[in-house]
Antibody, heavy 123, light 107 residues
Framework: QVQLQESGPGLVKPSETLSLTCSVS????????WSWIRQPPGKGLEWIGY???????KYNPSLKSRVTISLDSSKNQFSLKLTSVTAADTAVYYC?????????????????WGQGTLVTVSS | DIQMTQSPSSLSASVGDRVTITCRAS??????LNWYQQKPGKAPKVLIY???SLQSGVPSRFSGSGSGTDFTLTISSLQPEDFATYSC?????????FGQGTKVEIK
């Protein structure tokens, strides 16, 4: 069974860089789309971006200038970096796997998620 | 960006009730629509993908329908474990976007 686990600091100072890693077990990272999603306390879900196993990336334009997602196939991990954080970046951050819905089906669903990690931006 | 609007934002229902949640996209997204269930303190779990396909392991009381801009999630007979927040998500184009969520509470 595929499992994802986020790790990283739970507290980041304003203007600094948020860095999180998602470790994937029970399956290879060398397929699929690998996403980061966040959820501010009491609010809805916001997609941050994904990296495809080939290395290509897509980011949310609202965060694009501050976000980098990278992949380390040798460690079966992918990572998120978000620069110049503010209090508005305080959220639970989730990593998730995106898969195509089937043969000749190009809709992507997020079928496995990490448990989420709360990152608070505060001095 | 494609805006996803759910209604209602919350509802109260009793065990055994039939519950319907709607999701409207700001432009056509064909059937590139997924539904997720989220319980407090937990990660979302996919229930329905491609608008109407039931994810493996999800009870058959959950169903989805729609295409284009209008979609529905139906729970045919609400069970105690179904009290949660439900969100729709489009994967038609990036940025992928979610609805604001519908909280299903006990009446």
């Amino acid at each position: 069974q595929v499992q994802l686990q986020e790790s990283g600091p739970g507290l980041v100072k304003p203007s600094e860089t948020l860095s999180l890693t998602c470790s994937v077990s029970g399956g290879s990272i060398s397929r699929y789309h690998w996403s980061w999603i966040r959820q501010p306390p009491g609010k809805g879900l916001e997609w941050i971006g994904y990296i495809y196993y080939s290395g290509s990336t897509k980011y949310n334009p609202s965060l694009k200038s501050r976000v980098t997602i990278s992949l380390d196939s040798s460690k079966n991990q992918f990572s998120l970096k978000l620069t110049s954080v503010t209090a508005a970046d305080t959220a639970v951050y989730y990593c998730a796997r995106g898969i195509y819905c089937g043969a000749d089906c190009y809709s992507i669903l997020l079928d496995h998620w990490g448990q989420g990690t709360l990152v608070t931006v505060s001095s | 960006d494609i805006q996803m609007t759910q209604s209602p934002s919350s509802l109260s229902a009793s065990v055994g009730d039939r519950v319907t949640i709607t999701c409207r996209a700001s432009q056509s997204i064909s059937n590139y629509l997924n539904w997720y269930q989220q319980k407090p303190g937990k990660a979302p779990k996919v229930l329905i993908y491609a608008a109407s396909s039931l994810q493996s392991g999800v009870p058959s009381r959950f169903s989805g329908s729609g295409s284009g801009t209008d979609f529905t999630l139906t729970i045919s007979s609400l069970q105690p474990e179904d009290f949660a927040t439900y969100s729709c998500q489009q994967s038609y184009t990036t940025p992928w976007t979610f609805g604001q969520g519908t909280k299903v509470e006990i009446k």
